[in-house]
T-cell receptor, first 112, second 116 residues
């Protein structure tokens, strides 16, 4: 089946630092979605990407849909304590399926 | 953005009882909803795809008689955990598919189930 490899698995950073995480796939995806999940909550959609090469920002967050359609990255600039949480990438491969394939998540810890 | 609600947010029940979890799309119609299960420190595991007006499609290894799904309207899907046992304790999350012109899924806040 399809798999998404998300890295890093976890990261500890100082407040104010920039963060980068990425997802790669062995197969092509038509849509990449990035979510953030706080403890005890459902995932919240951060950014959606629909075209190869697309670069989209949402405040301090920037994400890109890789040109090969097999990867995507998420950057967070000038991190703050409330950025703490687990970030998931997810993708649609199309082909009539509406199911999302999820990465295993990146746990972000921000040290004040 | 689209809002999805879940009720209850947490539930504690005795072993052998059944528990119903509701998932509602509040400001849009969702022809397709999904039910996920999440164990601590793990990613979301898809349990089933719920289509309005038709039978749900279950993922391999998910017992359809154990996890009953009903999608009676375009804004409501329910998951009933029948004869719950402690191993059913988990975090259950629903999502709704929004397909205006591009595919997106919005998630509910989740339901924490504890079976004693």
């Amino acid at each position: 089946g399809q798999q998404l490899n998300q890295s890093p698995q976890s990261m500890f950073i100082q407040e104010g630092e920039d963060v980068s995480m990425n997802c790669t796939s062995s197969s092509i995806f038509n849509t990449w979605l990035w979510y953030k999940q706080d403890p005890g909550e459902g995932p919240v959609l951060l950014i959606a990407l629909y075209k190869a090469g697309e670069l989209t920002s949402n405040g301090r967050l920037t994400a890109q849909f890789g040109i090969t359609r097999k990867d995507s990255f998420l950057n967070i600039s000038a991190s703050i304590p409330s950025d703490v949480g687990i970030y998931f990438c997810a993708g649609y491969s199309g082909a009539g399926s509406y199911q999302l394939t999820f990465g295993k998540g990146t746990k972000l810890s921000v040290i004040p | 953005g689209a809002v999805v609600s879940q009720h209850p947010s947490r539930v504690i029940c005795k072993s052998g009882t059944s528990v119903k979890i509701e998932c509602r799309s509040l400001d849009f119609q969702a022809t397709t909803m999904f039910w996920y299960r999440q164990f601590p420190k793990q990613s979301l595991m898809l349990m089933a795809t719920s289509n309005e007006g038709s039978k749900a499609t279950y993922e391999q290894g998910v017992e359809k008689d154990k996890f009953l799904i009903n999608h009676a309207s375009l804004t409501l899907s329910t998951l009933t955990v029948t004869s719950a046992h402690p191993e059913d304790s988990s975090f259950y999350i629903c999502s709704a598919r929004v397909a205006r012109h591009q595919e997106t899924q919005y998630f509910g806040p989740g339901t924490r189930l504890l079976v004693l």
